[in-house]
């Protein structure tokens, strides 16, 4: 089975220095240690677009070797837990991700 990759994308945050606190203390720490089965992630800041303002301010890519793992991984008390903290990072009016 092919390697698969779950994209989670960050609209621009109101207060940036807020958002990377808890991006980078809290929640990343945390997917690092709950996500399982997954073989790699990459945060990115976006510095900008081709296109003007770019729509998003980061890209995390959750790499895992196969869709039955990355499965396996959304539906663990982990998974289930990293989905639910989404909420933290949406800016009111945006819709969920």
Do not use: N
């Amino acid at each position: 089975m092919a390697a698969v990759k779950l994209m989670v994308m960050y609209p621009p945050p109101k207060d940036v220095q807020a958002f990377e606190r808890l991006y980078l203390d809290e929640h990343v720490p945390m997917a690092v240690k709950q996500l399982a089965g997954k073989t790699k992630l990459v945060a990115t800041k976006v510095r900008g677009s081709p296109q003007g303002k770019p729509a998003f301010y980061r890209i995390a890519e959750v790499h895992f070797p196969s869709l039955e793992a990355l499965q396996a991984c959304a539906a663990s008390a982990g998974g289930k837990k990293r989905w639910r903290t989404r909420r933290r990072f949406r800016p009111a009016g945006h819709p969920l991700f």
